[in-house]
């Protein structure tokens, strides 16, 4: 009876402490996801309430460094490069953290990404960007804090921070205008040499019409300045298959000596099996 006791203590007991209440958190996470221009920006943070208190100047003092938000570090991702503030930001994933003032705000976009509150040694060097900004008063409060994407534009818009009855943004440019005029121009001046590579290559691969598969190849090779050994591989067999031996031969030559200067062992076995196959070797 004693046994049987302590089996259903000791079950309550991990019962009780594997449940869990679940409450809603003070600071809930959001993520921010826009598309500007061409490029994908995303915005990882919490988000605060007032709960009848004051925040700037007081929750959140003046001219002291601020997380901008509650709990982990808040973050910003683009997929492209950007300008923030006229300054060139690459590609990647970086935090936010502002200097709040009566007049204008300090934002910092940082190299650090892990952590929670403020870092406890600030590095300049790991500032990729900094932007001073003015504050606009708005004409109601708002209750919870808020970033936004605004404004926008094919090559720009604003980070916008809203809290209480104010707001600042911070504007960032995208590289569209540019990305669309070099596809653009790759585009009007037809297929690149690797396109009419991996075209011939899929057509002699498939068995699909080995006349185009040779043209494309051709064309391919006259586009690179210096065909590599698994290019020429390639084209020798093309060739080969399109019943021209004589072209099959001296391609598979050439392939074999830019395949032994660059030490590949394997082209150099599969060109000679080649070349003793159609009898030049």
């Known amino acids: 009876m004693k046994k049987l006791a302590l089996f259903v203590f000791v079950a309550l007991l991990t019962v009780s402490m594997e449940a869990q209440i679940d409450t809603p958190a003070p600071s809930p996470s959001s993520v921010l996801e826009q598309k500007v221009g061409l490029t ?6 919490s988000r605060p309430s007032m709960r009848g208190r004051t925040i700037y100047g007081d929750l959140v003092p003046y001219d002291k460094l601020w997380r901008t938000g ?3 570090y808040t973050t910003i991702s683009f997929s492209t490069d950007v300008t923030i503030a006229e300054q060139e930001v690459k590609a990647g994933t970086y935090s936010i953290f502002t200097k709040p003032g009566a007049e204008n705000w300090e934002v910092f976009f940082y190299t650090d990404t892990q952590g929670g509150g403020t870092p406890q040694d600030w590095d300049d060097n790991k500032v990729v960007a900094k ?3 003015p504050v606009y008063k708005m004409p109601m409060a708002v209750e919870t804090f808020t970033i936004s994407i605004d404004d926008l534009k094919t090559t720009s818009a604003n980070l916008g921070f809203i809290w209480e009855n104010t707001y600042v943004a911070v504007p960032f ?3 569209a205008d540019a990305t669309v005029m070099k596809s653009i121009e790759n585009t009007l001046a037809g297929p690149s040499a690797r396109d009419y590579y991996v075209s011939a290559v899929y057509y002699f691969s498939e068995g699909k019409d080995i006349n185009k ?3 494309w190849m051709e064309k391919a090779i006259s586009m690179t300045d210096e065909p590599r050994f698994w290019q020429l591989r390639q084209q020798s067999l093309i060739y080969a298959k399109a019943g021209d031996k004589k072209a099959a031969i001296e391609t598979a030559k050439k392939s074999l000596a830019k395949s032994e200067e660059a030490g590949n062992d394997d082209y150099v076995k599969m060109n000679k099996d080649s070349l003793k196959e159609w009898g030049a070797l």
């Open 40 to 45: 994908d920006v995303t915005v990882d943070y």
């Open 70 to 72: 509650a709990n982990a």
């Open 131 to 133: 932007a001073t900004v």
């Open 173 to 175: 440019g995208v590289p």
């Open 213 to 215: 598969a040779k043209e």
